[in-house]
């Protein structure tokens, strides 16, 4: 039985599915190696505990988290909500839907709502197809989620999709939150073990532990593989002030000696950034952090602000080395500009990692060998190679199924699996072999291990951690390893 509270207040469970973060038939060790906060639910309980509710976060992917969806039922139903939150991305939706439907099983009167880019991207004929779910919330989902929590009348609350007798509606849009600054910080607090059981990725910091942060919302760039569901075009963001304050808030109340700061755009706003590492520099928070930027809102003056600010390691997204895939699917951004851009990062002192994207339509294997060769020529101190995955939402979405072969299964669409294989490339397991071979070149090429092995006292809390738990990270190693005898069968069948 669900107790009262007192009255308009709920208690409300925000539940982060675990999902499926690995490779099919291998033990998922993703919240071993790299353990992220659910920033969005978190600043979501932030809103509802300024209400008045009594909020818990869930977090199946959290320590001490059962794996198997009846025990993280029983775990759910034993806060006794009122009300149950998920916030899912497309590989986790179906966990969300599973968990939905055994709390409802067993609590029929128990409001369950999903959020998230998967429920913002297919709206109303995803709620159709799911009646264990009460409600989607589209795009940002902390003033809707206030709404339904205080009772308001479904049919009034916009950003809603709710079922209203055998139809599905979706109210009008929900205005975006202009101010950000208004925002409560992420409730941290509610996040079982936070922050010493989530863990940045290794090597990516020299102090502990770490924490992540949010700053802006928003983006005004359309790369065909991006979803914008959730915030949309157009680019809003939280003052210098404010992050300053949020920086303070992690590292006096939890301890927190590094950020990784996840926006796509953080220095897009130059003032902003200037403002907030004249902060830092004059008033030191003893804390590092990583951003991410993009080509051509990164000048050399920023750049030495950054790394007098604290700031250890910067992002820049690549995708791909190819003239014509770079034009098709990242425009605006050259060659020779990231190459300009690599090296002013490194020469103002701070750490260059490229992001890339292995499978987009018009990849072949001449476009691969082209990008593996650009990454080694730039002499990055990092870089992550992410299995294209075609999301509902993004620019390319509609005509996917024309660019080659699409196996959407939702539960491997998570970026760690080739569920869409290019016309210009033979199979899944050719283009497999190909990543395979590529990440190993990269972080075995001499001039990387050199960079690195200069570093290794830097990050002996990495290498720490990384002997702890060997035979998870060996394991993972070996995924990246190709198999011989494959290899032998696919060059014989002349793939």
Known sequence: ????????????????????????????????????????????????????????????????????????????????????????????????????????????????????????????????????????VAGEGEVTMSELAAGADPAGIAGLIRRQDEEVIANPPRNHIADLDSLPFPAYETLRGFPKHYHLPLFSYIQTPGATMITSR?????????????????????????????????????????????????????????????????????????????????????????????????????????????????SGVSLAEVKDTVRRIQKAGLRAKGLFMMGLPGETEDSVKRTSDFIVSLGLDDMNMAKFTPFPGAPLWPS?????????????MNCLNFVFVPKGIASAQRLDLLYNEHVKRFYSDPAWRRRFRGRLWQHRKSLWYLLRHLPSFWAAKNQFEPDLESNRTIHAKGF
């Not at 959730?230 to 300053?244: D, E, L, T």
């Not at 950020?259 to 590492?277: G, K, S």
């Not at 008033?283 to 604290?310: E, H, I, Q, S, Y």
Request: include cysteine.
């Open 218 to 330: 928003g983006c005004m760039f359309s790369c065909s593989y991006c979803d914008r569901s959730v915030f949309q075009k157009g680019y809003r963001f939280n003052s210098a002030a404010y992050i300053y304050e949020h920086m303070k808030y992690l590292r006096d109340q939890f301890g927190a000696r590094h950020v990784n700061i996840y926006d796509d755009l953080f220095t897009a706003n130059r003032r902003r950034i200037v403002e907030l590492c004249q902060t830092l520099a004059s008033r030191p928070l003893g804390m590092n952090f990583n951003c991410a930027v993009r080509v051509g809102f990164t000048d050399d003056d920023l750049l030495a602000m950054l790394k007098d600010a604290g700031c250890l390691m910067v992002s820049l997204g690549i995708e791909s080395a190819d003239p014509e895939m770079l034009a098709r699917h990242k």
């Open 400 to 412: 996917i199924r024309e660019e080659g072969t699409f196996n959407e299964d939702w539960r491997l």
């Open 1 to 136: 039985m669900i107790d009262s509270l007192p009255t308009g207040k709920k208690r409300i469970a925000l539940v982060h599915p675990r999902g499926f973060n690995w490779f099919p038939g291998k033990r998922d060790i993703t919240d071993i190696a790299n353990r992220m906060v659910p920033q969005g639910l978190l600043s979501i309980a932030a809103y509802l505990i300024r209400d008045g509710h009594e909020v818990f976060v869930y977090d199946c992917l959290g320590p001490g988290a059962p794996a198997g969806i009846d025990r993280q039922i029983a775990d759910i139903l034993r806060i006794r909500p009122h009300l149950v939150g998920f916030s899912a991305t497309t590989s986790s939706f179906p966990d969300a839907a599973d968990l939905a439907a055994g709390i409802k099983k067993r609590h029929s009167g128990i409001v369950t709502v999903c959020g998230g880019v998967h429920a913002s991207a297919l709206r109303e004929k995803l709620l159709a197809a799911y009646p264990a779910v009460d409600f989607l």
